[in-house]
């Protein structure tokens, strides 16, 4: 008997990096139109440093924007400031982050890793029970690994891990090879925020990228 063949993936879904937030109403009025254009999962916050009023106050003030969407709303770091400003969890740079967050936000929050380096740092991430793994991301010094190196990655990572795997990308194309190398979310930062013709039809543009290449995974798998 013929074995049988795995559930097709479903589409990726975008996770939304935000500009480095100060005083945010234009953000505030603009994050309802983003999240309605495209397949949003996640907002990752990323806050200006400043005193912890302050961002929790701003914080908050984009906390409805995004939650009432259905999208979670995750801080970049910041991981004492999570349960007071109502997020759904944080994202952390490395394991040693990783593993000095675990106590506050586990169970009940998402702890989301990036900045591993070797597959090795990846598999302790694994092991650690981080509720997603991303790649492609820049370093301490603003250097990213290449395409190809971030493919290869995504891809060892969705054939044998369970959790989530995410690509940053940088644009769209990148969005469409990391959607075929296995990626389950494409994060998208400064790449829509900066586009000239404005972040809704950035997103839009990624978000069709992503579906694309799904579409064309799951073609090769129904003929073959």
């Known amino acids: 008997m013929a074995a049988k063949p795995a559930p097709p993936r479903p589409v990726p879904r975008l996770y939304l990096a935000t500009p480095v937030v100060g005083d945010s109403p234009a953000l505030v009025s603009s994050l309802p139109g983003l999240l309605a254009v495209a397949d949003i999962a996640a907002v990752l916050v990323r806050l200006q440093m400043t005193d912890q009023r302050s961002m929790i106050a701003r914080t908050t003030a984009l906390a409805p924007s995004i939650q009432n969407t259905g999208a979670a709303l995750l801080l970049d770091g910041h991981v004492e400031l999570v349960a007071r400003t109502g997020a759904d969890g944080a994202h952390l740079s490395g394991l040693t982050a990783l593993e000095e967050a675990l106590p506050s936000l586990k169970p009940d929050r998402i702890a989301g890793v990036g900045r591993l380096a070797t597959r090795h ?40 891990f369970e959790p989530p795997c995410i690509g940053y990308a940088a644009s769209s194309e990148e969005a469409y090879a990391f959607a075929r190398a296995g990626a389950d979310f494409v994060l998208v930062g400064d790449a829509a925020w900066g586009d000239a013709r404005g972040a809704t039809a950035a997103l839009a543009e990624f978000g069709q990228a992503m579906r694309q290449a799904h579409a064309e995974m799951r073609a090769a798998a129904q003929a073959g």
């Not at 995504?154 to 044998?160: K, N, P, Q, V």
């Open 121 to 160: 740092d990846s598999m302790l991430a694994g092991e650690l029970d981080a509720d997603y793994v991303l790649f492609g991301e820049a370093d301490a010094k603003g250097h990213r690994p290449s395409r190809d190196a971030v493919v290869e990655r995504l891809g060892w990572w969705a054939e044998l």
